[in-house]
């Protein structure tokens, strides 16, 4: 999905380990998201940002802490890893207006 | 193993079929209306959307339709093909909140 990068791919953590997802933009937008996606469910959400310097709380935020370093970048870390936050984690942006939001191609993190 | 998309609904058609998806959505003041397909191991890709103002729209080889007295949308996907296989979702938007359904499994047939 062209626009929106993460990183890592991939990611097994043990239990109470720490760790940094990143997502980068190149298409200016504003507004940035965190999803989670769960087998069976609609995606939820974590936390976003609806321009530099802030971030807001979402449906699902218990665990999690965000950083919207600039306009590009928004990062989402999990201080002490626990299997319930085994998910697929997707980045969103959007723009003004009635836009859809464009996904990166997520990342998949699994916590023994 | 791939885990997005287990346990959905599947609907499963021939190639060359049409196909239509529907979805069920619960807010009354959503004004905005989006469907999204989802390939294995990708992120979700927007495919069309459409105003509450409106009641269809047609993009290339779909077509949302929208019935906002019983709170219900629907994807058509004309002439499916093989690379229409894949997890469609819609979302409802209102405000800054976006509300994403679960998902049906789309399966095309040879």
């Known amino acids: 999905n062209a626009g929106v990068t993460q990183t890592p791919k991939f990611q097994v953590l043990k239990t109470g380990q720490s760790m940094t997802l990143q997502c980068a933009q190149d298409?200016?937008?504003?507004?940035m998201y965190w999803y989670r996606q769960d087998p069976g469910m609609g995606l939820r959400l974590i936390y976003y940002?609806?321009?530099?310097?802030?971030?807001d709380k979402g449906e699902v935020p218990n665990g999690y802490n965000v950083s919207r370093l600039n306009k590009r970048e928004f990062s989402l870390r999990l201080e002490s890893a626990a299997p319930s936050q085994t998910s697929v984690y997707f980045c969103?942006?959007?723009?003004?207006?009635?836009?859809?939001?464009?996904f990166g191609d997520g990342t998949r993190l699994s916590i023994l | 193993g791939e885990s997005v998309g287990l346990h959905l609904p599947t609907l499963s058609v021939q190639e060359g079929d049409n196909s239509i998806i529907n979805c069920a959505y619960s807010?009354?003041?959503?004004?905005?209306f989006i469907w999204y397909k989802q390939e294995s191991g990708k992120g979700p890709q927007f495919i069309i959307d459409?105003?509450?103002?409106?009641d269809k729209r047609q993009g290339q080889r779909v077509t949302v339709l929208l019935n906002k007295t019983v709170k219900h949308l629907s994807l058509q996907i004309a002439a499916t093909q093989p690379g229409d296989s894949a997890v469609y979702f819609c979302?409802?938007?209102?405000?800054?909140?976006?509300?994403f359904g679960p998902g049906t499994r789309l399966s095309v047939l040879p």
């Open positions: 969103a942006i959007r723009g003004q207006g009635h836009q859809p939001q464009h």
């Open positions: 298409m200016n937008h504003n507004s």
């Open positions: 940002s609806a321009s530099e310097g802030t971030t």
């Open positions: 807010n009354s003041a959503s004004d905005y």
């Open positions: 459409i105003r509450s103002n409106m």
């Open positions: 979302a409802e938007i209102y405000g800054q909140n976006f509300v």
